[in-house]
């Protein structure tokens, strides 16, 4: 009772002096909630309102409901000694950011539009996503020994209507035979001459490393940032690429040229912070002759007419020949790591839905039979090269409403997903209660979610 009473002091002041800051123009910001120690401000509001665009509801009831769960959330997270990952925080900003950026026109268009600096829309997406990740945890956290039985899965499913089951997309399991046309000498001598020239611009002071980083560097993301990428560790980065960059030692130098598997690149250190390192970087992708496109499909084309003919199957094909890492050691079969939308858990499937094929792919699957292989084409690997290729639609699913025989693992997943939803809403009820927690008058007149925010 009397941390309330304390806590009930200090909101009070709070309220107070944030009244008097508007009458006197000092400020254009108030305090709407206090949650626990937090307070949630008009700007926290309307800095989320900007990020998300439309909110289905009214947006000074929703978005002030979801902050304050959001804080208890992350005030669990502190008891339970969680923390973000940092590295997946900074690349899912990035990519934010990098999309407003195309989105807009241009960095000071972005700028323009939302009135701050780039470095301040970068913090500010930055705490949002950080602490989005935070719940996110300790929502896992609170769940992961719910455990469903198959007895709980029948009984859940067995007398609702065939309209109301979840349906199942189609899916299709694919293997592939892929190989990378050869490319020439002297392209690859062209690419190397090419950064040596940088590399002896940046070194006399001719140029920057960031802005020929800007005009040349074909990774067209890093480009946009004069090179640099954020800060990351040795496990994050191409093995030949880390194994350089981890021997810099000096800001100022240029290091050889590396290849990589997406290409040649010249690295320059520019920060180290423990076991990350922030650095800039070129790469140059040498480019493939037609001609050696066309030798790469007329390869592959015989290859397919001796697996039709009998002489080895696609699996022993794609298991000695194929050029696909990923795909080699499995004898050609491809696999996808989703997340799971009902776990949010990260697992390794053989079956794809449609739109999870790269879009070449899923494009000459369309036309096949099970077991019936394609004509050779060409596309880009995950690394950006051209590749060609042969796939063979090993099997297809079709869409169905859901069945246990089928589909048991996803409806499993549904009602655990299910008895999550209720803990969960369960532990936010008890978290109301045991919070101080305190709104100003002119929010209260709100439909919430969960009504135990106002206290009689």
Not at 127 to 142: I, Y
């Amino acid at each position: 009772m009397k941390r309330y009473h304390f806590l009930f002091l200090i909101s009070q002041l709070v309220f107070s002096l944030s009244a008097f800051a508007q009458s006197a123009n000092n400020v254009v910001d108030e305090v709407i909630w206090v949650v626990g120690d937090e307070a949630i401000l008009r700007s926290d509001v309307e800095k989320v309102r900007t990020q998300m665009g439309r909110v289905q509801g009214n947006p000074y009831c929703v978005i002030p409901e979801n902050l304050a769960i959001q804080k208890l959330f992350i005030h669990q997270a502190e008891i339970d000694s969680l923390e973000a990952n940092e590295d997946e925080v900074n690349r899912y900003v990035d990519a934010q950011i990098n999309d407003w950026v195309q989105t807009a026109g241009s960095k000071e268009k972005l700028e323009e539009y939302r009135g701050m600096t780039l470095a301040q829309i970068r913090e500010e997406t930055y705490d949002l996503v950080k602490d989005n990740q935070l719940m996110d945890l300790v929502k896992d956290h609170l769940t992961e020994n719910i455990k469903v039985t198959p007895a709980e899965v029948r009984h859940f499913f067995k007398d609702m209507p065939e309209d109301s089951l979840p349906i199942i997309p189609t899916q299709v399991e694919v293997e592939l035979l892929a190989e990378h046309p050869r490319v020439q000498q002297e392209e690859i001598d062209r690419v190397k001459a090419e950064l040596r020239d940088y590399s002896e611009r940046i070194t006399s002071g001719e140029s920057t490393f960031n802005t020929l980083a800007r005009l040349f560097s074909e990774d067209r993301e890093s480009a946009r940032q004069g090179g640099e990428m954020d800060y990351m560790s040795k496990v994050d980065l191409d093995p030949a690429f880390a194994n350089v960059a981890w021997s810099l030692t000096d800001p100022k130098k240029v290091s050889k040229i590396v290849e990589s598997q997406y290409g040649y690149h010249i690295i320059q250190l520019v920060d180290r912070r423990g076991d990350k390192l922030k650095l800039r970087h070129i790469l140059l992708k040498p480019h493939v002759d037609e001609k050696d496109v066309d030798a790469a499909l007329l390869r592959l084309d015989s290859i397919s007419m001796d697996i039709r003919d009998g002489k080895f199957t696609f699996e022993q094909a794609a298991s000695a020949l194929s050029d696909d890492k990923d795909s080699r050691a499995n004898n050609g079969l491809m696999f996808n790591v989703v997340r799971d939308e009902m776990t949010g858990q990260r697992i390794r499937t053989s079956r794809f839905k449609m739109a999870e094929l790269p879009t070449e792919i899923a494009r000459v699957v369309e036309g096949l039979d099970v077991g019936e292989m394609s004509k050779p084409f060409t596309m880009l690997d995950k690394s950006g090269k051209q590749q060609c290729c042969v796939v063979k639609l090993k099997s297809r699913i079709k869409a169905h409403a859901a069945t246990i025989t089928e589909d048991f693992q996803i409806l499993s997943q549904i009602v655990k997903a299910k008895r999550s939803e209720e803990f969960l809403n369960n532990w936010i009820k008890e978290k109301q209660r045991a919070t101080y927690v305190r709104i100003n008058p002119e929010w209260v007149n709100c439909e919430f979610q969960y009504p135990g925010w106002i206290k009689d």
